[in-house]
């Protein structure tokens, strides 16, 4: 069973920066491709970015020249590191990983951003 562990989560000030962490319990480089995705109250779980096996990164609009999707192979895991956050930017993130037509979830990791 693939497992994957956000976390980083926080309330953090508009204007300040946050990195997301998803640890996964199998080697990434298995996954066809790995990503972010946030759930806001009220709202539908939209995507952030990703990033395939092979490292191309795709962001959502409102995530380009903010966010960036990272990784590091040794440890199977997965960044989010954001920037420049806004009110807008509070959710509950999830890490994402797929594996053909198989898709994994983690429990999500709340960010706040509030004054």
């Known amino acids: 069973q693939v497992q994957l562990v956000e976390s980083g989560g926080d309330l953090v000030q508009p204007g300040e920066s946050l990195r997301l962490s998803c640890a996964a319990s199998e080697n990434i480089f298995d996954f066809n491709a790995m990503g972010w995705y946030r759930q806001a109250p009220g709202e539908e779980r939209e995507l952030v970015a990703t990033?395939?096996?092979?490292?191309?990164?795709n962001y959502a609009d409102f995530a380009k020249d903010r966010f960036t999707i990272s990784r590091d192979g040794p440890s199977n895991t997965v960044y989010l590191q954001m920037g420049s956050l806004k009110p807008e930017d509070t959710a509950v993130y999830y890490c994402?990983?797929?594996?053909?037509?198989?898709?994994?979830w983690g429990q999500g990791t709340q960010v706040t951003v509030s004054s």
């Open positions: 990033i395939t096996v092979g490292g191309t990164t």
């Open positions: 994402n990983a797929r594996r053909l037509s198989n898709y994994y």
